[in-house]
């Protein structure tokens, strides 16, 4: 974990995410908390990431998603050398 984003105000955030107990409740919360493009980019993201897993091309992802090559190379690059974060919750949503 990088040591610049473990703080005690981050810390706070994830206690509030983590009490939410319903889709409902995450879209008051999130909607709330971000701009609109801003929870769009996250969701974005994470679609990327779950067509990279899915073995789909920088095109095909750029064309479904419309998210820019830098984009899916970011996110690409946090597949292969990042902290596993992807990885546990495409694992927890397949149970």
Do not use: P, W
């Not at 981050?10 to 919360?29: N, Q, R």
């Amino acid at each position: 974990m990088n040591k610049k984003l473990k703080t005690d105000t981050v810390d706070h955030l994830f206690d509030a995410i983590l009490s939410l107990e319903t889709k409902e409740e995450c879209y008051d919360f999130f909607e709330d908390l971000c701009t609109v493009n801003e929870l769009l980019s996250l969701s974005q993201r994470f679609e990327v990431a779950s067509m990279l897993r899915n073995h789909k091309t920088y095109l095909e992802i750029a064309e479904k998603t419309g998210a820019s090559t830098a984009t899916i190379s970011r996110v690409n690059r946090s597949l292969s050398y990042g902290n596993d974060g992807y990885q546990l919750v495409f694992e927890r949503l397949n149970k």
